[in-house]
């Protein structure tokens, strides 16, 4: 069983850059098993996958965010990272991190943390 | 940019059939795979690979995908299965999430 914690700011000021970590436990975010992925949720809305990114480098992104996202891997620390730069209030969301599957055409998520809120505050 | 779309809401009796549909153009070409959210909690995977159910999804939870509509059918829908649910599926190398569908058990 994978398990997965979100831990980071709960509140980022408008123009500054969000920076999240995802702590990953009974898995090896070095093992090619899975794709590590963010998606967020803003409040009383749907979900919005943000980007994933394999062991090897090969990275996904949501195109409307793209311009504004990193996602890196930390192997020593078996811990992959978001950041999002120059937020606005339209950031304002619950950010889970979650395992997605390796697999072309595929691509589900199979494990997902516990998500974290973050506010942007102007 | 593709989309898919979800009705916002599905209502069902204990114990009878809900389904719920995701449209997509030409999805049966595509896999998709659903999720299960309930209020203050993360998603849970219920269906994969159009029709898999991933290990400790009861049975009663099943998927379908023909033409441009993808199906989730809960079979003896219980009061436990209410909440939103996701329909996802990847294109163009996106993920592409469907609005999701909030299904009320009366």
């Known amino acids: 069983q994978v398990h997965l914690q979100e831990s980071g700011p709960g509140l980022v000021k408008a123009s500054e850059t969000l920076s999240l970590t995802c702590t990953v436990s009974?898995?090896?975010?070095?093992?090619?098993?899975?794709?590590w992925a963010w998606i967020r949720q803003p409040p009383g809305r749907g979900l919005e996958w943000i980007g994933s990114m394999y062991y090897s480098g090969n990275t996904f992104h949501n195109p409307s965010l793209k311009s504004r996202l990193t996602i890196s891997l930390d192997t020593s620390k078996n811990q992959f990272s978001l950041k999002l730069s120059s937020v606005t209030a339209a950031d304002t969301a619950v950010y889970y991190c979650?395992?997605?599957?390796?697999?072309?055409?595929?691509?589900?998520?199979?494990?997902w943390g516990r998500g974290t809120l973050v506010t942007v505050s102007s | 940019s593709y989309e898919l779309t979800q009705p916002p809401s599905v209502s069902v009796s204990p114990g009878q059939t809900a389904s719920i549909t995701c449209s997509g153009d030409k999805l049966e070409n595509k896999y998709t795979c659903w999720y299960h959210q309930k209020p203050g909690q993360s998603p849970v995977l219920v269906i994969y690979h159009d029709n898999k159910r991933p290990s400790g999804i009861p049975e009663r939870f099943s998927g379908s995908n023909s033409g441009n509509t993808a199906t989730l059918t809960i079979s003896g829908t219980q009061a436990m299965d209410d909440g939103d649910y996701y329909c996802q599926t990847w294109d163009s190398s996106t993920v592409i999430i469907g609005g999701g569908t909030k299904l009320t058990v009366l």
């Open positions: 979650a395992t997605q599957d390796i697999a072309a055409a595929a691509r589900h998520f199979q494990y």
């Open positions: 009974g898995a090896s975010v070095s093992s090619g098993d899975y794709y």
